[in-house]
């Protein structure tokens, strides 16, 4: 599970699968059969290494450990944000 921001920046989507179809990238909602774009790009190989750096995100982790002032350790989700073209 990942949490994208949309291209356009205004909505966050909390999502297990991701596609590429020629320019575009979409997501589907969990346990939905809802699909949304969510960036589109000058060309599929474009969207193509916007996915592998999605890949990487998820590789490097979607949670962060923060310890905040009073010494209690937490986890916080992070967020991909589509690149802007």
Known sequence: MIIIRSQD???LVK???VSVDREYVYVRFRDK???QEIGI???EER????L???????IAGTK???????????YKEKVFEMPVE
Not at 52 to 58: G, M, R, S
Request: aromatic share 12%; glycine share 0%.
């Open 9 to 11: 920046r205004l909505e």
């Open 15 to 17: 999502t297990e699968w």
């Open 33 to 35: 059969e809802k699909f």
């Open 41 to 43: 790009y000058k060309s």
């Open 47 to 50: 969207a193509l290494e916007v």
């Open 52 to 58: 592998n750096e999605i890949q990487d995100a998820i």
């Open 64 to 74: 962060l450990d923060v310890i905040n002032r009073d010494r209690v350790k937490y």
